[in-house]
């Protein structure tokens, strides 16, 4: 059964970092690219960073390029986001993501930028 399940959001003030993670399990992580979306309240979710199976390659929506970066641990079977630089308009949701035969989602975890 394939779970995802993000971890590390929370409240940091604008011109802060945050890393959140997301741990799998119940596919081969290894093989598999995985994306971090997020969801502004009212709105359909939206990918903001990608990583390809090996780690090697990654890409990024331009709102969060050079802010933002994507990493993965393949023996550990997750994969993380470092948020740096960080905007009120940066609060949302993230979720992690997988398509394997279908896409999967995690719960998802809450990240607020306020003073």
């Known amino acids: 059964q394939v779970e995802l399940v993000e971890s590390g959001g929370g409240l940091v003030q604008p011109g802060g970092s945050l890393n959140i993670s997301c741990r799998v399990s119940?596919?081969?992580?290894?093989?598999?690219?995985v994306s971090w979306y997020r969801q502004f309240l009212g709105q359909d979710r939206e990918r903001i960073a990608r990583i390809g199976a090996t780690g090697a390659a990654s890409e990024y929506a331009d709102s969060v390029k050079g802010r933002f970066t994507i990493s993965r641990d393949n023996a550990e079977n997750a994969v993380y986001l470092h948020m740096s630089d960080l905007k009120p308009e940066d609060t949302a949701i993230y979720y992690c993501s997988a398509f394997v035969r279908q896409r999967f989602w995690g719960q998802g975890t809450q990240v607020t930028v306020s003073p």
């Open positions: 119940g596919f081969d992580f290894s093989i598999y690219p």
